[in-house]
């Protein structure tokens, strides 16, 4: 009499199915893992609204004290004749106040490469703003150095609370992208 296959029969599909169940769990999971680590394929979107500065810099020693916390840089004239500053610095100190709880960890900073400073309206329009005079040929060369090439006026940066410059945000576009980066940042970051 022929000895019955039943049990192992029905085994074999039982693993089988447990194969294939894994295998469509975890195949997806494998070809992105080989995807990215492997072949070096990354998205091509991002979800910040300004620019992540490569290589990070850090600032100049004589911006010392804006370590320790966020801040919201202004790199230009002294004097803050000009509607592009002006609007800039609104935007800075609009973003902070949005910020709401949040604001207490982000500091605001002009660093004056020329003409420095028009304290008056510096002190009535912007009240806790930090300035610092880097005009002297060395400084402001130095600072400019760190800085992508071109004019720094219509840009605000971003430093992280080390000292390094991470980001640049174009003053002219909607702040709102500003503030939705600075939020992000923020709730990132265990420092600052």
């Known amino acids: 009499m022929p000895e019955s296959t039943g049990p192992v029969t029905s085994k074999w599909k039982q693993r089988r199915t447990l194969l294939i169940l894994i295998a469509v769990f975890f ?28 290589p990070i810099k850090a600032l100049p ?5 804006l370590a320790g916390k966020w801040a919201l840089v202004y790199v230009g004239s002294g004097t803050c004749a000009e509607e592009t500053c002006r609007h800039a610095l609104w935007v800075a100190r609009q973003t902070r106040l949005a910020l709401n709880q949040e604001m ?16 008056t309206f510096v002190d ?5 703003i930090k300035v610092f005079d880097v ?25 992280d609370p080390r000292g390094n410059i991470v980001m640049r945000f174009d003053t002219r576009e909607e702040p709102r992208g500003l503030l939705d980066d600075m939020k992000k940042l923020l709730k990132l970051s265990h420092i600052g």
């Open 27 to 54: 195949a997806p999971l494998a070809a992105a893992f080989i995807l990215y680590y492997g072949m070096g394929w990354r998205p091509a979107g991002g979800s910040n609204h300004g620019e992540l500065l490569d």
């Open 124 to 128: 009535r329009e912007h009240p806790g």
């Open 61 to 65: 020693a004589d911006a010392a004290p």
């Open 135 to 159: 005009s002297a040929p060395e400084l402001r060369a130095e600072l400019l150095g760190l800085l992508p090439a071109g004019d720094p006026s219509p840009y605000l940066f971003i430093v």
């Open 104 to 119: 207490d960890r982000v500091n605001r900073a002009l660093l004056a490469v020329e003409n420095c400073c028009d304290l």
